[in-house]
């Protein structure tokens, strides 16, 4: 059994620094607050602004590391999942085809079911055909 035999009751330690913790700074977290940085496409908002900014406005230090990872979490955010989005393109494409008749649709996969490339022929009448293409790079092989 454990008996107080005296009681403090002005504290001592520094609550500033334990309340400024790196590790109350998740990615998510910092990544809600910083992504309407990143919604023009030609802002550069580097893991050192964030940096900055966090300690600045927050009074969070943030390592590079973790800026990077709020970075990456914020341009999720914003630009959604590259892989759900690559998913969606086999619904997109039939409903072109049902909306614009004469288009010539065609999304190439590889062997594994990955995608390679889409090519899009626009069958609008009486306007010429407008073809786009979403390849990795343009190459031989696209």
């Not at 590259?82 to 649709?105: C, D, M, N, R, V």
């Amino acid at each position: 059994m454990f008996k107080i035999r005296e009681f403090e009751s002005e504290h001592t330690c520094l609550l500033l620094h334990n309340s400024l913790s790196e590790r109350q700074a998740t990615k998510s977290v910092v990544g809600s607050i910083i992504v309407g940085k990143y919604v023009e496409p030609d802002v550069i908002y580097t893991p050192k602004d964030i940096q900055h900014d966090m300690l600045a406005e927050y009074g969070v230090r943030l390592t590079y590391m973790q800026a990077w990872r709020a970075k990456e979490a914020a341009l999720e955010l914003v630009r959604g999942d590259p892989i759900q989005s690559y998913a969606k393109l086999p619904s997109y494409f039939h409903i072109l085809e049902a909306t614009y008749p004469g288009s010539h649709i065609r999304l190439h996969k590889s062997e594994d079911d990955r995608f390679l490339y889409a090519f899009i022929v626009h069958g609008a009448r009486s306007i010429l055909p407008l073809a786009y293409a979403i390849v990795d790079s343009e190459n031989d092989a696209s």
